[in-house]
């Protein structure tokens, strides 16, 4: 199918495959949407939650191939302690040195001087955008999130059918 100017059309025959009936609802996220019957029975209930796993395991996988972590990944700094490392700088201050409140900012310290310094970053997202219960799940799953940083950074296109 192809999202085209005047939108997406999915055939019938699609649609009737799936048994959603007369109504259906529609339910969008970030880089996915949802389409369900608006009237489902606990067996279909448990049909969408395995269908949903499926899809859920294989984007796992996707992001276990390309990011596995390594032996060497052990002694990676990254991995192991960088949500300790975050720094949050309120908006207000943001505000103050003209800096709109969504900038990822990095931290920069000056060894001679003492000082530790904030600038914008050349990147809109990294890892600090995911939620901090999903990055233990990947971390556990075997994930090198400092590899999955530099991805998310880079806007890397890592799924592709």
């Known amino acids: 199918m192809k999202n085209n100017n005047t939108g997406l059309t999915i055939p019938n025959e699609i649609i009737a495959q799936t048994n959603l009936g007369d109504e259906i609802t529609l339910q969008t996220f970030p880089s996915v949407m949802v389409l369900k019957g608006t009237k489902l029975t606990a067996l279909e209930v448990l049909q969408v939650i395995e269908a949903l796993e499926s899809v859920t395991d294989c984007l796992y996988a996707t992001l276990l191939n390309k990011f596995p972590k390594e032996d060497d990944c052990?002694?990676?700094?990254?991995?192991?302690?960088?949500?300790?490392?975050?720094?949050?700088?309120?908006?207000?201050?943001?505000?103050?040195?003209?800096?709109?409140?969504?900038?990822?900012?990095?931290?920069?310290?000056?060894?001679?001087?003492?000082?530790?310094?904030?600038?914008?970053?050349?990147?809109?997202?990294?890892?600090?955008?995911?939620?901090?219960?999903?990055?233990?799940v990947l971390a556990d799953i075997g994930i090198c999130l400092g590899e999955l940083n530099e991805s998310i950074m880079s806007k890397e296109t890592i799924y592709h059918v």
């Open 74 to 136: 052990d002694d990676c700094t990254f991995c192991e302690g960088f949500l300790e490392d975050c720094v949050d700088v309120p908006d207000w201050a943001k505000e103050v040195c003209g800096i709109d409140p969504d900038t990822k900012l990095c931290i920069c310290a000056e060894q001679d001087s003492g000082r530790i310094l904030l600038e914008p970053t050349d990147y809109e997202h990294d890892i600090t955008d995911i939620d901090e219960d999903m990055l233990e």
